[in-house]
């Protein structure tokens, strides 16, 4: 017997009607045989009501709908197919598309929506490829994709985003390309694309990043082609690139003047790279790639003297393909790079490649007739012991053995790096004719004091790195003369005291690292709130930190708190009161042994990531978790001393749970939360550690939750719901006990105990229900 589809069924319904052509709405067109409708450039305000509703494919491109309404498409359920570009939408309803269950493609290309809510896309549990190119978006909130699992394709390309906050792509278990192309992104968040684990190819080109997004782009382990091209970056430095599986990465028409020769050192498996187009004059053989077949140069002004024999030299004995041509010198001017031979590459006698390269351009540049009275070109200003080059804006003096800050670098320069001497002490206006400094190096330098003024004239300085030294303490004005100073580390001094005086001078301070201190309490009032109103990450990581005063932690810009490795013996609940957009906060590593109800209740609205590893956890309350709901994303409990764990049911926005590491006792106080294991497709492994015969099993798997008795649980927790019902302690513990003493009983009993009870059998039961 030959079985149909429901869909091949409903098919030969709708052929075997002859009335079905007259239910195609009046300015369509119906196609009964491939079951389409198209209702193209017809003006039409509203989704037709009387499209048929077995219709598979319906076109209404070129309309005029501008709003989704909810249900708008309740008539038509088994949809696989919808465009509606070109339809002046500017919002969709929540529960426009709640019917759609079968729609695989979705177009909202050309359209003029400005915001995706969380519900715009609820209903499309098959889709596989949606288009919101050439829109308006310039948000995207928290859980718009949760409902699209499936989905392969995300086209957002030609919008108006300028940042990528993080998990906003949420839900994505299936996506394989995501193009994010022709926006204006300058910044994307740490975890803009967690959970992306199937992403095998992002498009990032014609945006407005001007660093590469390093720790943003670790999180995607699966990506092997990256689109960045068109991205105004000017410097690639060492480890920028960390992505184990990318082969194929595009970084033409930047603005590139230098890069690392480590800065694709963790990107093993990267086979084609594109730099054409840039500012190159040199380039360093590239150290990492061991697969790197093509290296694209077209189009930088590569200068082929003896600076650039190595590179050549590495081509050659790696079998790298260099594609681009010389710019010069004039004797090789255009001359392709895979035809140069090293012997070609060479330096004047007696000149640096710098100096050769400046008279051989004032050579192409002066007529030959002044040639030769012209005046060599001065040598690059430069302190001594120390490299500048002009073309990139870069200085450096790195592990020189200085003990005072060199002075005569060039006024253009950018980036300056001085880690690794002596200087011990930094005092005012160490650093004259430094107003164009975007970035400062001053690790490993020894240093203990920096005098009031010292960074006075760096207007431009965005990133100071002043790790790795002797620092106590901070003088109030340490860091005046730099308002723009954006990123700041501080991490492995020896601060005794969180230096926010010093700090309150730095209104433009997003990232603060102070790692690896001595910072033992947080006792000032508003120590946050007088740092400015952009701070959105604070590290405090491996401190002395026992105490933290209520307000201390007060910020509205706060998003991420690290905690974790400090001496802290409770959730410091009362000082996030005042920190409404806190979205992760990592508090492992601390003495943390209970954690009490509404421990995390400020942070019910934000938080999305907790991490509680490691801290000597022995219990946590069944409300502990309390008013998260739908939003926390992430939860770590590894390596505590928990032995119940609380139902995580009301959690409904986890994607992360580890349980790890924790002798969990496998009795029936247990059930709730190994029937929430049951119902969640998460990647979950918890283990036993009691009883003892069941100790290193994993609770997914074991059978002893069988023998619990089911009516115990639901009358409990309605009990527990009715707010007219109060236990008090004893009367909780005892209920507790009772419990226990049950469950042992009913584990004991022989499996045909049941039937001593007085009444009919069992098998008479089932008859008469069977009746």
């Known amino acids: 017997m030959q079985i149909f589809s429901a869909e091949v069924v409903l098919l030969v319904l709708t052929l075997s009607l002859p009335v079905e052509a007259k239910k195609c709405p009046r300015a369509c067109s119906c196609d ?46 088994y949809l696989t197919y919808l465009n509606l570009q070109r339809c002046n939408i500017i919002e969709i309803k929540e529960g426009a598309f709640r019917t759609l269950g079968r729609v695989v493609s979705l177009n909202l290309a050309h359209n003029k929506i400005e915001i995706l ?47 990528i906050p993080n998990m906003v792509f949420q839900g994505l278990q299936n996506i394989k390309f995501l193009r994010l192309s022709h926006n204006s992104l300058n910044n994307l ?112 002004p590569i200068y082929c003297n003896c600076y650039m ?34 012997q070609d590459l060479r330096c004047r006698r007696g000149k640096s490649p710098v100096e050769d390269d400046e008279e051989e351009e004032s050579t192409e540049r002066v007529p030959p007739t002044v040639t030769a009275t012209a005046k060599p070109k001065q040598k690059v200003k430069c302190p001594a012991n120390c490299e500048c080059d002009t073309e990139t804006q870069h200085a450096t003096c790195e592990g020189r053995g200085h003990t005072r800050i060199p002075r005569g670098f060039p006024a253009k320069t950018q980036l300056l790096d001085l880690h690794d001497n002596h200087f011990h002490y930094l005092p005012a206006n160490s650093f004259p004719g430094s107003s164009q400094l975007v970035s400062l190096h001053l690790q490993s330098c020894k240093i ?141 590593g601390n003495s943390v042994h209970w954690v009490g109800p509404n421990a995390f209740q400020p942070l019910s609205k934000s938080l999305k990531r907790l991490y509680m590893d490691h801290m000597g956890m022995e219990k946590i309350s069944k409300d502990a978790l309390l008013g998260l709901g739908s939003e926390l994303r992430t939860l770590t409990v590894r ?49 036993c550690g009691h009883p003892p015969e069941l100790r290193g099993q994993k609770v997914q798997g074991i059978h002893v939750f069988k023998s619990c008795p089911e009516n115990i649980f639901p ?10 019902v109060k236990k008090s302690k004893a009367d909780s513990l005892k209920s507790r006990k009772i419990k226990a003493q049950t469950t042992a009983k009913v584990a004991k009993l022989p499996r045909k105990q049941p039937q001593r009870k007085p009444g009919p059998p069992k098998v008479t039961k089932k008859k008469k229900i069977l009746k």
């Open 32 to 77: 009964s045989t491939t079951l389409t409708t198209a209702c193209v450039g017809k003006n039409l305000t509203d989704v037709p009501p009387t499209v048929e509703e077995i219709t598979v494919k319906l076109d209404l491109r070129n309309n005029n709908l501008q709003v989704l309404s909810r249900g708008a498409f309740m008539h038509t359920p």
């Open 189 to 300: 968040a740490p975890e803009a694309f967690a959970g992306l684990f199937t992403l095998s190819r992002l498009d990032l080109d014609h945006n407005e990043l001007q660093f590469f997004p390093t720790q943003t782009m670790t999180r995607l382990r699966e990506v092997t082609r990256l689109h960045m091209n068109h991205n105004p970056m000017v410097y690639l430095g060492e480890d920028s690139v960390s992505m184990a599986k990318l082969t194929h990465l595009y970084l033409s028409h930047m603005s590139l003047q230098d890069l690392s020769d480590k800065a694709f050192s963790q990107a093993p498996l990267l086979s084609h790279l594109d730099l054409s187009h840039n500012h190159l004059r040199y380039l360093e053989p590239l150290s990492g790639p061991r697969e790197l077949t093509s290296l694209n140069l077209t189009g930088n």
């Open 715 to 724: 009358q409990e927790k309605k009990s527990a719901a009715d707010p007219k």
């Open 117 to 163: 809510y969380q519900e715009s896309f609820d209903g499309l549990s098959s889709l596989k490829e949606l288009r919101l190119d050439h829109n308006r978006i310039e948000e995207i909130q928290p859980g718009a994709f949760t409902q699209l699992g499936f989905l392969n394709t995300l086209a957002l390309t030609h919008n108006q985003l300028v940042y």
């Open 309 to 342: 024999s190595p590179l050549r030299q590495w081509a050659r004995v790696s079998g790298v393909k260099l594609l681009g041509a010389c710019s010069g010198p004039p004797h090789l001017s255009d001359e392709p790079l895979q035809a140069v031979s090293p």
């Open 448 to 588: 203990h004091e920096i005098e009031g003024g010292a960074l006075q004239g760096m207007k431009n300085l965005l990133y100071l790195y002043l790790s790795d030294n002797d620092l106590v303490s901070l003088d109030p004005k340490a860091f005046a003369g730099a308002p723009k100073l954006t990123y700041l580390h501080l991490e492995r001094n020896k601060l005794a005291q969180f230096p926010g005086s010093a700090l309150s001078l730095l209104p433009s301070l997003i990232v603060l690292h102070l790692e690896q201190n001595a910072i033992s309490k947080l006792e000032t009032s508003g120590l946050l709130s007088s740092l400015g109103s952009k701070l959105t990450e604070l590290y405090l990581s491996n401190n002395n930190l026992t105490y933290i005063a209520k307000g201390a932690l007060d910020s509205d810009s706060l998003s991420t708190l690290h905690l974790d490795s400090n001496q802290l013996t409770e959730v410091p609940t009362h000082a996030l009161v005042e920190t409404p957009n806190l979205q992760e906060l990592n508090l492992s």
């Open 639 to 687: 390596g505590n001393q928990l032995e119940e764990f609380p139902d995580l049911s009301s959690l409904t926005g986890l994607e992360t749970v580890d349980l790890q590491d924790n002798p969990l006792r496998c009795d029936c106080f247990l059930l709730p939360l190994r029937r929430w294991m049951e119902n969640v497709s998460l990647e979950l492994t918890a283990t």
